[in-house]
């Protein structure tokens, strides 16, 4: 109704079509003109040429991770998709990584045991980074959505798992799972940073001979939201900033995309309000700081990482102090999902509704444009890679039956862009 309505007023005003923009739009102007009176209008275009890596006519792409040999791996959050961690295979081909066992849990999709605690399987993948030893690390959320159910199954420990695969023999290395009181039943965690110098939870063993640490954040849409931080050499983990209002989702918040107002339309419930909190998250070069920001935000925080690294359970105060140390940056011009950041200390934000990066730079203390583009609908997640290109999936995530009223609005091909980053800036390898 809204559309028929919205299709007569363009008629009613009888305005002339301006041209489509061509590609690439003039570089570095975000304008152009056209017709007889030079009638100048926003190209939705600027910054660095867009280029498409890759294209998906399968499964639809959450994360991906470019590795030193420029290797390209995807997830997908399940559902029913045959596989849920994926390896470029060709410009619009992807296969099963490592192997189709590995992504096939013998009890099958279905809610509760045993694929819910099911750890040695790939349940339904969100996030993947590559680390400079050459390990692809899998985050694995442990909660496929089934059934068509609008929700995430419950997790039991043993299902949501942080999994390193050696690329120098496509073999799991390591595998990483969480207590109950860690990783809670609706807790969904979304993304991960390293630091492999650090050891977590000793403050005397800041630097040197750790055997790292990962920031992971828990972004659940239940709304238990906050970090979850691993010590990858003891497996210890625990949560900090959690359900601190700086990691929680903002209520009632209406993002535009594409220019449309977006509520979630889940099927068969009321009309609600986008969700999601702790969502981006990336640390400074050299690791002392972790930016961060729920979905729904547009304010950009962030905190001291020894504040995140600080055991709860080993010290009484550490709690406290992270609350007390949170730092909010101000506003950044929108909401924003996923981060990646660069050798030069850039980061990266995703910007879904402007079809765009943005850079937070930390020396200006403000946001700066990165490059904007209409085919970036909805960037997903960004992954910095060693050839100096940033790579941004585009899956067109407002047109996802769930948030669309049941109705799968989304057209083949997702994407694989790629864009030649800023002054020479390549993937970090300061906390390799
Ligand atoms: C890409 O790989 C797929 C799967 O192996 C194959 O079917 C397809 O023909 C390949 N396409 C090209 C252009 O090589
Ligand atoms: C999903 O549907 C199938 C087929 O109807 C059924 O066997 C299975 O138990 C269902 N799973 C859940 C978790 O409801
Ligand atoms: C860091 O942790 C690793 C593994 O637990 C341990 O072997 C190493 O001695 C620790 N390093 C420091 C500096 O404490
Ligand atoms: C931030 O802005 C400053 C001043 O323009 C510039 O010198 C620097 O390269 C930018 N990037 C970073 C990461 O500081």
Not at 128 to 146: A, C, I, M
Request: proline share 7%; charged share 15%; net charge negative.
């Amino acid at each position: 109704m809204k559309a028929v309505h919205f299709t007569s007023m363009l008629v009613g005003v009888g305005l002339a079509q301006p041209p489509p923009p061509s590609f690439p739009a003039p570089l570095g102007s975000t304008f152009t003109t056209a017709g007889a009176r030079n009638v100048r209008f926003d190209t939705g275009t600027y910054g660095p040429p867009v280029e498409e890596h890759h294209y998906f006519y399968d499964q639809w792409p959450i994360g991906l991770a470019v590795s030193r040999q420029g290797r390209v791996f995807a997830c997908y959050t399940r559902g029913d998709y045959r596989y849920t961690l994926g390896e470029v295979v060709n410009r619009t081909a992807e296969a099963a990584y490592p192997s189709q066992e590995l992504n096939t849990p013998p009890g099958g999709l279905v809610l509760g045991e045993p694929t819910a605690a099911d750890a040695t399987h790939l349940v339904s993948v969100q996030a993947l980074y590559v680390t400079p030893d050459d390990t692809l690390w899998v985050l694995d959320t442990g909660r496929p959505t089934v059934n068509g159910s609008t929700t995430a199954a419950y997790a039991a420990p043993g299902g949501p798992k942080l999994v390193a695969i050696d690329l120098a023999t496509d073999a799991v290395a390591r595998t990483y799972t969480f207590p109950a009181d860690v990783h809670y039943p609706d807790s969904y965690m979304n993304d991960v940073r390293f630091d492999l110098r650090r050891n977590a939870s000793s403050s005397s063993s800041e630097s040197g001979g750790g055997g790292g640490v990962a920031y992971i954040v828990d972004s659940s849409d239940e709304g238990r939201n906050g970090f979850i931080v691993l010590d990858l050499g003891s497996g210890a983990s625990w949560r900090q900033l959690d359900r601190h209002p700086s990691t929680l989702r903002v209520a009632q918040v209406v993002p535009s995309y594409q220019g449309l107002p977006f509520y979630l339309r889940q099927k068969g419930r009321a009309v609600d309000f986008q969700q999601e909190g702790l969502d981006g998250a990336e640390l400074s070069l050299y690791g002392d700081v972790m930016y961060y920001s729920p979905l729904t935000s547009n304010y950009l925080y962030s905190i001291e990482t020894k504040y995140l690294r600080a055991n709860p359970q080993e010290d009484a105060g550490a709690v406290q102090a992270a609350f007390d140390n949170v730092k909010n940056l101000g506003q950044r011009g929108g909401n924003a999902n996923g981060f990646t950041g660069d050798s030069l200390g850039n980061v990266y934000m995703l910007m879904p509704e402007h079809n765009g990066i943005f850079i937070y730079n930390s020396t200006l203390g403000r946001t700066v444009p990165f490059v904007r583009d209409p085919r970036i609908v909805w960037p997903d997640s960004a992954n910095v890679g060693w050839d100096g290109y940033l790579y941004v999936t585009v899956n067109q995530l407002p047109y996802q039956p769930n948030w669309n009223g049941g109705v799968d609005g989304r057209v083949h091909p997702g994407l694989i862009l790629r864009a030649r980053m800023p002054d020479g800036a390549t993937k970090s390898t300061v906390l390799a």
